[in-house]
């Protein structure tokens, strides 16, 4: 196989494996800046790849990086090069020296927001996760969603997505989008529009934010010590210390832990939202799918973590990302049957790549149909979550218990197949 790309641009190289089934090494090398390692991860996981391994070294002022990811043949790496590459700081070249210039480290506005609208004249098993599909090749990032079967059969879909390469707003990005969809949605198509959605509308969009009492105490909850974890493999597996002795300077966190879709964005988005800077770092995970982490970290204002509640706060978030990174649960709503997802919100405004891809995923494996789809965001217990909310079809041939339900999703979601 060899090189398949290797760029002129010393920030980001990507080198494929030598040969079928090694991993493809991404080299990154730039300034610094906190949160760095979060952005790499989770652009790494949203094109599907998972890190075998990993060694993250910085000054404070530049980084290098080195990721050994593994996952689809079928990846486009030239497009991770290009994403990768938007989340470096910036700088310049000039006689040889290359200087970090924050002043042009400018905050993004935030992207406009489309409404995609659909009708079909039926559902069929697959059809929401074909679409869900569709948009995420097409770059375009699900915001949230509302899916609705009529009395009649007809499925009627509203998408609230933004795109990815800011091009949404031309006729061509609109018309290419269009066509997929009419390829994959084929003769079961009525109509799909494509607009901006205005402030009335996305605020309509967002339905009532509040979630009744029995679900935010069914999957919001925060102890580690529940039916699912308590005295389970899982938990016993996991293992997250913190020494003050081995460095001058730095923390010494050093995690293991059963190894899941998206490990390493977890802890890294984590140590972010706690303003913790990651000074150096491996992460490998073995054969035997446990995975080992060694941080040297300090606080923004360069000091070690010597607080004890500082360092037992720490600690506790370390445990519940990584025992429970998303919280899954099948309940009654009413005569129906409702599938529950969650999962944090980084303070960044951010949230997990491609949960609502493997939701649907699993439900179409699962031979399951989709009835409804209400996608929100939620403040609970001062943390945002983004909440999945998704009722079942239970039509003719529905006979998965609602555990084998809850377990395909979370296997799913987990990287656990």
């Known amino acids: 196989m060899g090189v398949l790309y290797d760029y002129d641009e010393d920030v980001v190289l990507i080198r494929q494996a030598e040969k079928p089934g090694d991993p493809t090494k991404i080299t990154v090398n730039c300034p610094d800046k906190t949160g760095l390692g979060c952005d790499l991860c989770r652009i790494i996981l949203q094109f599907g790849l998972s890190i075998s391994r990993g060694d993250v070294s910085t000054d404070g002022k530049w980084c290098y990086i080195l990721f050994w ?185 050093q995690i293991i832990c059963l190894d899941h879709k998206g490990l390493i964005y977890d802890i890294m988005r984590t140590l972010k939202d706690y303003n913790i800077q990651t000074s150096y770092g491996r992460f490998f995970a073995n054969a035997k799918g446990m995975c080992e982490a060694d941080l040297l970290v300090m606080q923004v204002d360069g000091k070690k973590i010597v607080d004890p509640n500082k360092q037992n706060a720490l600690s506790s978030r370390l445990r519940m990302e990584l025992l429970r990174p998303l919280r899954v649960a099948v309940r009654s709503r009413g005569p129906d049957t409702e599938l529950l997802v969650a999962n944090p919100v980084e303070l960044s405004g951010r949230g997990r790549p491609l949960v609502f891809y493997d939701i649907t995923l699993a439900l179409k494996i699962l031979n399951i149909q989709i009835f409804s789809v209400e996608i929100g965001r939620h403040m609970i217990r001062d943390r945002e979550w983004e909440v999945y909310r998704i009722l079942l079809d239970e039509g003719d041939g529905f006979c998965l218990s609602r555990n084998k339900i809850e377990e395909g999703v979370r296997k799913k979601l987990m990287g656990w197949e």
């Open 69 to 253: 990811v593994v996952g689809k043949p079928n990846t486009r790496w030239s497009l991770l090069h290009m994403r990768l590459l938007e989340v470096c700081p910036s700088c310049s070249s000039a006689s040889g020296i290359i200087f970090y210039k924050p002043e042009f480290q400018q905050q993004p506005k935030p992207p406009d927001v489309f409404l995609l609208k659909f009708w079909c004249y039926h559902d069929r098993k697959g059809l929401l996760h074909d679409v869900t599909e569709v948009l995420c090749e097409l770059e375009l990032t699900i915001k949230r969603v509302k899916i609705s079967t009529a009395p009649d059969g007809r499925v009627m879909g509203l998408f609230f997505v933004t795109d990815t390469r800011n091009e949404l707003n031309t006729k061509k990005r609109q018309e290419d989008t269009i066509n997929h969809l009419e390829a994959v949605l084929g003769d079961a198509m009525m109509s799909i529009e494509i607009e901006l959605a205005g402030p009335e509308v996305t605020a309509c969009s967002q339905g009532s934010s509040f979630l009744p009492p029995a679900i935010t105490e069914e999957i919001f909850s925060l102890e580690l010590l529940n039916e699912r974890s308590n005295g389970s493999a899982v938990s016993n597996s996991l293992s997250v210390t913190m020494d003050n002795s081995l460095s001058p300077s730095h923390t010494l966190v």
